[in-house]
């Protein structure tokens, strides 16, 4: 089906190494990103409603991506502070949700956005507006995982490749072609999106670097922005999977995975599996800027 809307799920940008807790990973988003979301929204002028629902540190969020819409001129910036799921049925956020050109989730617990929206007039709304409107739904790290039908929930990268190592649950139902992963490459999760498709053959795996994201136009069409690589796994050709034959934690055995790596510029189109690489002559520089 064809849809008016436009997802921008966003890989997200984990710390430097030290220490593994939210407090030290907020999602700091390289500014050429944060600009394409607002541009696809209209421009600076554009009516931006930020979720912190996922993050386990909602302030410190908030704070973050304030500045950044505000470093970037953006004039109508909402702060959407959602904890509880009775808060998505308020009445002021249910019209800020009809208005808005733009509505980004952050990162943290998928869950807790599925928890606390999915299923709610919120998110009802924001379905119904992606299918007839050009409304623009962004989301990095958790926020680009629950956009998703079949959304991950976890799973130990140190188990990837066994059998139950990946957890999964109903996402948010923007796109139901895709299973999304962020984090993919600092983080080692091939082995679980591995999964995540051998479990659900006929949908395509997305893993998105961090300061990587898409742009995805009529629900089929999509574009990497960013300075780093989307992985796709693509089992449509599938010639040997026995996941529905092993117990959890036995190995997996999975032959003919298709395996793309696209960068910025690159092109897919989700309906005919088909690339479109940017040409070798490009000027990566202006690329790089926009």
Known sequence: MNVKG????????EDKGIVKSEKYTL?????????????????????????????SIPDEVIVNYTKAFQKLGCTDVYIMDIRLR??????????????ADCVMFSGGDQSK?????????????????????KIVIAGTSAG??????EMITGGNSSESFFKGAVGMA??????????????FITRGRFGRLAEAVARHPTLIGIGLADDTGLVIKNGNDFEVIGSGMVIIFDPNK??????????DGTPMTITN????????????????RAVKVLPMEADFVKLYSL
């Open 6 to 13: 436009i997802l921008i799920p966003i890989g997200g940008n």
């Open 113 to 133: 956005i599925t928890g606390n929206i999915g299923g709610s007039t919120i998110h009802k709304i924001l379905l119904k507006r992606f299918q007839n409107d």
């Open 170 to 183: 109903k996402g948010m139902c923007f796109i139901d072609k895709l299973i999304i992963d962020s984090h």
């Open 257 to 272: 995975l298709t395996t793309h790596v696209l960068a910025n510029g690159d092109r897919f189109n989700i309906e005919k």
């Open 86 to 99: 009775e808060q998505s049925e308020d009445p002021e956020h249910i019209d800020m949700i009809k208005k």
């Open 238 to 247: 599938l010639q040997h999977n026995n996941i529905e034959i092993l117990e």
């Open 144 to 149: 680009a995982m629950c956009m998703s039908g």
């Open 27 to 55: 999602e700091y988003i390289n500014s050429g990103i944060l600009s394409r979301v607002v541009k696809e929204s209209g421009g600076i002028h554009a009516s931006i409603v930020i979720i912190p629902t996922a993050s």
